[in-house]
C-alpha cells in the first residue's frame, strides 16, 4: 500500500513563514505529479501547488509570488515553502501524489491525511 505522509504545517502569525513536507513510500514505479491542496472549512478544497517530474510547476493566482514548491526525486518528498502568510492560508493542506502503476502508463492517486495550517492576524 503507497504511504503518503505529510509534515510540517503548525500555527504562524501573518507575514510568517512555514514549510510543509511530504514524502511518498512503498511504491515500485515512478511518480509523475506531487501536489498540495488546501481545504478551510466550509470550503472545496483547492489546489495550491504542483510539480511534475519534469519539473513543471503550477500555482494558484492566491499563492503566487509567496509560496514555492520543489521536489526531492531521490527522496520521492515534494516541499511548500510558505512564505508571507495571510489568515486567508489558514486550511488543512493535503498532499496528493500520482504515480505510474504498471508497465503499460497506468497511474493512480493517492492522498495524505492532512496537516494544520492556522495563520492568526
Known amino acids: 500500500q503507497v504511504r503518503v505522509v505529510e509534515t510540517g504545517g503548525g500555527s504562524e502569525q501573518a507575514g510568517g513563514s512555514l514549510r510543509l513536507s511530504c514524502t511518498a513510500s512503498?511504491?515500485?514505479?515512478?511518480?509523475?505529479?506531487m501536489g498540495w491542496y488546501r481545504q478551510a472549512p466550509g470550503k472545496q478544497r483547492e489546489l495550491v501547488a504542483s510539480?511534475?517530474?519534469?519539473?513543471?510547476?503550477d500555482y494558484a493566482d492566491s499563492v503566487k509570488g509567496r509560496f514555492l514548491i520543489s521536489m526531492n526525486n531521490a527522496k520521492n518528498t515534494v516541499y511548500l515553502q510558505m512564505n508571507g502568510l495571510k489568515p486567508e492560508d489558514t486550511a488543512v493542506y493535503y498532499c496528493?501524489?500520482?504515480?505510474?502503476?504498471?508497465?503499460?502508463?497506468?497511474?493512480?492517486?493517492?492522498w495524505g491525511q492532512g496537516t494544520q495550517v492556522s495563520v492568526s492576524a
Open positions: 496528493n501524489v500520482r504515480i505510474r502503476i504498471d508497465t503499460i502508463g497506468s497511474t493512480s492517486h493517492y
Open positions: 512503498n511504491f515500485f514505479y515512478e511518480i509523475l505529479f
Open positions: 510539480i511534475t517530474s519534469t519539473e513543471s510547476t
